[in-house]
């Protein structure tokens, strides 16, 4: 069970940070990540940012790196996406969804993972983020 929380609408060059509380199980077991869906697009989801804790690999898409970091509290269960100098291509609705890290002891490269929506396992219903000029 995901739940995000922190979206808002800000301007242009502002930070802010997401919030994605896990329950049913701790961190170390998954790899979390956020996506996003930007207006118009029906069903396709960008991944941002994944960790995959245990060893906390990260990644970031390039529209991101540098500006945007993903970290997670393993005593409150909370993933976190602070995001930096915002602009107008950040806004979208931003899902959580989480998968367990290495199903059958297969580990699957944390790249890989966060550019495909299709192979996490639990999605939160989404925080919207709004950014004017």
């Known amino acids: 069970h995901l739940v995000e929380s922190g979206g808002k609408s800000v301007q242009s060059g502002a930070s802010l940070t997401l919030s994605c509380e896990v329950s049913?199980?701790?961190?170390?077991?998954?790899?979390v990540g956020w996506f996003r869906q930007a207006p118009g697009q029906d069903r396709e989801r960008e991944g941002v940012?994944?960790?995959?804790?245990?060893?906390?690999?990260?990644y970031y898409s390039d529209t991101v790196k540098g500006r945007f970091a993903i970290s997670g509290d393993s005593l409150r269960n909370v993933v976190y996406l602070q995001m930096n100098t915002v602009d107008l291509r950040d806004t979208a609705e931003y899902f959580c969804?989480?998968?367990?890290?290495?199903?059958?002891?297969?580990?699957?490269?944390?790249?890989?993972?966060?550019?495909?929506?299709?192979?996490?396992?639990?999605w939160g219903r989404g925080t919207q983020v709004t950014v004017s000029s």
């Open positions: 940012s994944c960790i995959r804790f245990g060893d906390d690999t990260t």
């Open positions: 049913g199980g701790p961190l170390s077991r998954l790899a």
């Open positions: 969804a989480a998968r367990l890290r290495s199903p059958g002891g297969v580990m699957t490269a944390v790249k890989t993972m966060c550019e495909s929506q299709w192979d996490w396992k639990w």
